[in-house]
């Protein structure tokens, strides 16, 4: 038929043979038209879902908050600076009153802090670190806080030498970010997610109190004072600088900076909240931390004079 295409031509031919034999194959170099290809599969969306109304409101409080303290020039991100010195003196002792007490007794529930003597714990194996998003959390927001997770992961990798890489699979540092309703019904899921977490750890989640903003809790291996576990709960509710000040806090106190020290500045380890983000003083105690002049299981007695001599090289290099 004049004006007939080729394509047509060829449609018309595979039909004959069809017709006239049921087992016939198309010829191989035959190709279906563009609107006749199977259509690629579109990956299924995360669900997102409306927050409640208690959420709603930790919101708008976390929100006013956070307005509060920046007008007190608190939540600094500036590290520091001319106004904040520290000697190696100073750096020592924050450092034995940063990782060689602890905040809360492990049936404080987390409600009322009773700091007393430690051991240095820290990590002796890779990080394997995921993070988790109640339903109501929105899918740019998950996407900045994993990647906020990511980079911070990495600079602590830096710091201390642990490997850390992010992963789903048999994580054992977990970094959830719970609105009001899911962190309330956490319980099973946080015993999934980190077996032998303490019961008084388990009801410190589930109970916190407002005015705390986030937390970590760690599992100890059986028998050593090294890190088995970790979990982080950040509030889903929280804006932008203080769900970022969180992230550096808690993933930073998961290394093993446990303990918080009014004396510690420039430092977010101090629950002034004078500092947002993880400062050149809290590097060098991380550094610190995973000297390998100092193990796992010593005691402030055995670690200070070790912590002293750590202290005067780090700042005899410049590094304050």
């Known amino acids: 038929m004049a004006g007939q295409s080729s394509l047509s031509v060829a449609l ?83 450092f034995v009153q940063i990782a060689l007490a602890t905040e809360y007794q492990d049936n404080s529930d987390f409600l009322v802090q009773r700091p007393s003597q430690s051991v240095l714990h820290r990590w002796d194996k890779p ?48 970094v959830l970010f719970l609105d009001e309703d899911d962190r309330r019904g956490a319980a099973a899921r946080l015993r999934a997610l980190a077996p032998g977490i303490s019961e008084a750890s388990l009801r410190g989640i589930v109970n916190l109190p407002r005015e705390q903003l986030c937390l970590v809790a760690a599992v100890f291996e059986p028998g050593r004072p090294v890190y088995a576990q970790a979990v982080v709960v950040i509030r889903a509710e929280h804006p932008s600088l203080i769900r970022t000040a969180c992230i550096h806090e808690e993933l930073a106190q998961g290394m093993g900076l446990a303990n918080d020290s009014d004396a510690a500045r420039p430092s977010i380890f101090n629950d002034s ?42 700042l005899a290099q410049g590094s304050s």
């Open 127 to 174: 990080i394997r670190m995921n993070v988790v998003f109640s339903d109501t959390v929105p899918l740019a927001r998950r996407d900045q806080d994993r990647t906020s997770v990511s980079a911070f992961a990495a600079r602590l990798s830096r710091l201390t030498g642990v490997p850390i890489r992010q992963s789903d699979d048999n994580a054992n540092f977990h």
């Open 273 to 314: 909240e004078e500092f947002a983000l993880l400062t050149r003083h809290d590097e060098l105690l991380l550094r610190m931390l995973y000297d390998p002049r100092l193990q796992p299981g010593m005691d402030p007695a055995i670690a200070t004079p070790i912590v002293r001599q750590i202290a005067r090289e780090l």
């Open 12 to 94: 018309a031919m595979v039909a004959g043979l069809l017709a006239g034999c049921d087992t016939a194959s198309p010829p191989e170099d035959v190709v279906p038209p563009p609107d006749m290809r199977a259509a690629p599969a579109v990956p299924d969306l995360p669900l997102v879902t409306e927050p409640s109304a208690a959420s709603r409101e930790l919101a708008a409080h976390y929100a006013r908050l956070q307005n509060q303290m920046l007008t007190q020039n608190l939540l600094r991100s500036d590290g520091g600076g001319t106004d904040t010195p520290f000697t190696d003196t100073m750096l020592a002792r924050n």
